[in-house]
């Protein structure tokens, strides 16, 4: 557990994935049942881009302030989230401030010193629980929810070198728990050769309705380099393949990124 988010906060996978977690958010909410937000590796919540680790990489520079000065339409909503809110919001951060009365949102982080922060960023939100565990086993507890509806972030670190072996493990197991949820999956690409293959492990299990969209800032082409990112999503809300590449292809013209897509990768 060596990974800190606080030194890539901001940066150009932060804005690709929180811009798409606000889309789907908020295309769940059009209808008025009650939702579970479950975010299972959810760092400490909010990130303050003057301190140390932010400035000691710089990643943001290139990512939200590039942003934020160009201020395209098809990313307003993001834009606005992060006036609103002030410092970086993570997607814990982002969810809560997205939650009805009758929506509640669950954040676990497992690293020793964030989670406290985490429980420190959150405090005084009556629907809002941090719990201090694993992510995977979260799943495993918490779903099916009472709500009957739920969307389930799932961001790991990718320490670990069969972290997508791992991941596919358990988003198959808690999906045959709970086969209405929506789970939004984030994956780095460095090259192609990784997610290809977790992408062919999930075509052979019985997960279905499956889409990613994805956002390469160059070619994958050095295993070394984060090239890129991909989110991929279950269940995804109606209309989310539409959404998802105009707010896609306004990233790659503000951030000089290579390409960007969003493919169907399983029927329903």
Request: charged residues 25%; aromatic residues 8%; glycine residues 8%.
């Amino acid at each position: 557990m060596n990974y800190r988010h606080a030194y890539h906060a901001g940066n150009f996978a932060d804005c690709m994935k929180h811009a798409l977690f606000i889309s789907i958010l908020r295309a769940m909410q059009r209808k008025d049942k009650s939702l579970l937000v479950l975010d299972t590796h959810a760092g400490i919540g909010r990130y303050d881009l003057s301190g140390e680790p932010a400035q000691k990489t710089g990643e943001w520079r290139e990512g939200i302030a590039k942003v934020q000065a160009a201020a395209p339409a098809a990313l307003a909503s993001y834009t606005a989230m992060i006036e609103k809110l002030g410092l970086y919001p993570g997607s814990p951060a982002i969810a809560a401030a997205l939650l009805r009365d009758n929506d509640r949102l669950i954040c676990c982080e497992l690293h020793k010193e964030d989670a406290p922060l985490l429980r420190r960023a959150m405090a005084g939100q009556a629907n809002v629980a941090v719990h201090e565990r694993d992510g995977y086993a979260a799943m495993r507890a918490f779903l099916p929810p009472p709500e009957k509806r739920a969307l389930v972030l799932i961001d790991p670190p990718f320490e670990a070198v069969d972290e997508f072996a791992v991941l596919t493990e358990n988003l198959v197991a808690a999906y045959e728990k709970f086969k209405t949820g929506v789970y939004v999956v984030w994956y780095p690409i460095k090259h192609r050769a990784p997610v290809r293959g977790f992408c062919e492990g999930l075509k052979l299990s019985k997960i279905r309705d499956v889409v990613t969209a994805e956002f390469l800032l160059r070619e994958p082409l050095d295993p070394a380099r984060l090239n890129g990112c991909g989110l991929l999503v279950v269940n995804p809300p109606f209309g989310f393949e539409a959404e998802a590449l105009p707010i896609l292809q306004a990233l790659v013209e503000v951030l000089g990124g290579a390409g960007c897509g969003v493919e169907r990768l399983i029927d329903e």
